[in-house]
């Protein structure tokens, strides 16, 4: 039977309207205040727009919006995350161009557009695999709206556990992976129209227009997972491996046939990494800083995807050995093949000796993967149980996908919640925002232009719109603009601007609560173990020493000896109680610009 198109769509839909929640829910409390802003729902999302922010306008693909250091023949820039990733964020930055769609609008549409085609594409394999639109519709929302879920995270931490509700539907983080998702799964069913809609005695058959085609699409559409996500792409390297293996072990006479077919399509995919290995030779070192690479071999193996991948294993066994699934024994591979994957992307490391941040895999790639090959396991069985029984299976069906939108729905409910306040505090500062657009037009070269913000969340995304440089955001170090050491002394600054004393960073790190100053001085990997498994948490010494070099650098701090501009600007709060006695000795203020719940300073150098 054709695939019936519509249910695809139908899961789509529902999955387009669980990305736009956050922002339907931000218009909801902001009523008739509303400023224009987008609803993130993940605090890494203002370093993605903001980079989307600088595409749209024109600047280079190595950019760096929070510096202002833009590539060029004088000033060569080095490549960043983001400048490497760069197709994902082109696929929002090009169209939102062309259209006149500022980053806020472009970051919403984009996770919206991303979430239908995932589940589209996703809908799609386990039809193909399945046999049943009905259920391939329950199952597309299911993996997708049980994301977090699968990961052993998200609503069910609080619901069920004593637990934090987040994070919300990890797989639509716009846009990496959510961009991604499409390709992937695009990907996955590629290679099942080329070895697996068919028989196997068919298998020797001369290879068809058809068949190239589809090789092609499957080589587009694992290098554009390359150049979006390096969790995704490393997660298809070791998905086709699996299927590889499997596919020589228990594929019939005949079967190279399909090895070849595969071993094309892992030829068009190296390829598409030698370019990305050019451009990662070329990378900042902030990158290493950050990156977290853990030397290990030690295994991994109690991870929720991981829980789920092996009882899929075992319910494909013990299928195998029943003869359930006897006449689909290519769907059973492919099954088994993803379940395999999960454990081998969190246990690489057993061979190559190399950890990186595996959490990345338990949250935004291996639970999708667990999950899907949950559920198609799930409807193997089903379409065995029910075959002869469709009004029953559609009732199933249709019980299925009210469970699985349900359970969307408490994500939504319990995930989003979480950063309304922040939201809310985002969107309140878009007037500034605005407003920085339009001075931003008077000046040759805005983005040369600094802005100390004293309000450490409006600073973090400000970039998103105007296009001024910011003293020291959270997301800073993740573009290249800045070495470690610079972004370490400009968080000194930002410190001293904000009359900080050492003696009270000190007492504020040893506290435990100063999770900030952590991260700026030491790394997200000295803040949380969530990150690294070769956690080490902060010692009194480490602290200290950390103190006594901020107290050395204010005593000799001059802005005009600075590995840094000088600030043009301030942005306060109304109704903050502001120091401004370090800023008042080295610049002069005018007497400010009230813009909402905002006061805008000029500064000059004395």
Request: charged share 20%; with cysteine; glycine share 6%.
């Amino acid at each position: 039977m054709k695939v019936r198109w519509r249910f695809g769509i139908i899961a789509g839909i529902f999955l387009a309207l669980f990305s736009l929640y956050p922002q339907m829910n931000l218009i909801y409390m902001r009523g008739s205040e509303w400023n224009g802003h987008y609803a993130y729902n993940d605090i890494d999302e203002v370093a993605y727009a903001s980079y989307v922010k600088a595409l749209i306008d024109g600047r280079p693909r190595k950019n760096d919006p929070f510096t202002g250091r833009d590539d060029s023949a004088d000033d060569p820039q080095p490549e960043s995350l983001f400048s490497i990733q760069f197709a994902a964020p082109y696929t929002v930055a090009l169209p939102a161009r062309l259209l006149g769609i500022g980053a806020p609008w472009a970051m919403t549409l984009a996770g919206a557009f991303a979430a239908f085609f995932a589940a589209l594409a996703l809908f799609w394999v386990v039809r193909k695999m399945v046999g049943n639109d009905w259920f391939a519709m329950a199952a597309s929302i299911a993996v997708l709206a049980g994301g977090a879920l699968f990961a052993g995270e998200g609503a069910a931490s609080e619901i069920f556990m004593d637990g934090f509700s987040y994070p919300y539907f990890p797989g639509f983080r716009r846009y990496i992976p959510a961009l991604a998702f499409p390709a992937f799964f695009l990907l996955i069913g590629s290679i099942w129209k080329l070895v697996g809609d068919r028989p196997f005695a068919q298998d020797g058959e001369d290879e068809t227009r058809q068949n190239w085609l589809w090789l092609l699409i499957a080589i587009a559409a694992s290098a554009y997972c390359v150049f979006s996500y390096f969790y995704v792409w490393t997660t298809a390297v070791a998905w086709l491996g699996c299927l590889g293996v499997l596919w020589l072990i228990f594929s019939p006479e005949k079967g190279w046939r399909n090895i070849i077919k595969l071993v094309i399509v892992g030829v068009g995919f190296m390829a598409a990494l030698v370019p990305y290995a050019y451009l990662l030779s070329k990378r900042s070192h902030t990158m290493d800083d950050v990156q977290l690479l853990v030397r290990t071999h030690a295994p991994d193996l109690s991870r929720m995807p991981e829980l789920i991948a092996f009882v899929v294993l075992v319910m494909l066994s013990a299928g195998y050995f029943l003869r359930i699934f006897s006449e689909r024994k290519k769907a059973v591979l492919f099954t088994a093949s993803l379940a395999l994957t999960v454990f081998a992307v969190f246990n690489q490391q057993i061979i190559t000796g190399q950890s990186l941040q595996p959490i990345h895999y338990q949250v935004f790639i291996g639970n999708y993967v667990a999950g899907a090959s949950l559920l198609i396991t799930i409807g193997l069985v089903w379409e065995r149980a029910l075959a002869e029984r469709p009004s029953v299976s559609r009732f199933a069906a249709v019980a299925l996908t009210i469970v699985a939108v349900g359970w969307g729905s408490v994500e939504c409910y319990y995930t989003v919640r979480v950063l309304d306040d922040v939201n809310i505090a985002r969107d309140t500062a878009m007037p500034v925002a605005k407003r920085l657009v339009e001075i931003a037009e008077d000046e040759s070269s805005p983005h040369t232009s600094v802005l100390m913000p004293f309000d450490l969340v409006i600073g973090d995304d400000l970039p998103t719109i105007a296009p001024q440089a910011v003293l020291w955001a959270r997301h800073q170090h993740v573009f290249a603009g800045v070495t470690w050491q610079e972004n370490k002394e400009r968080y000194y600054q930002y410190l001293y601007y904000q009359g900080v004393s050492p003696q009270r960073l000190g007492d504020a790190m040893r506290s435990g609560n100063d999770f900030v100053s952590v991260i700026a001085l030491f790394g997200w990997g000295r803040h949380t173990d969530r990150l690294n498994s070769d956690f080490k948490p902060l010692t009194v010494a480490e602290i200290d020493a950390e103190v006594e070099l901020f107290e050395t650098y204010i005593k000799t701090f001059d802005p005009r000896n600075a590995v840094n501009k000088p600030l043009d600007l301030a942005l306060v709060r109304n109704n903050d109680d502001v120091d401004w006695s370090t800023i008042d000795k080295w610049y002069e203020r005018d007497r400010g610009e009230r813009i909402g719940d905002f006061v805008l300073y000029r500064l000059k150098l004395r």
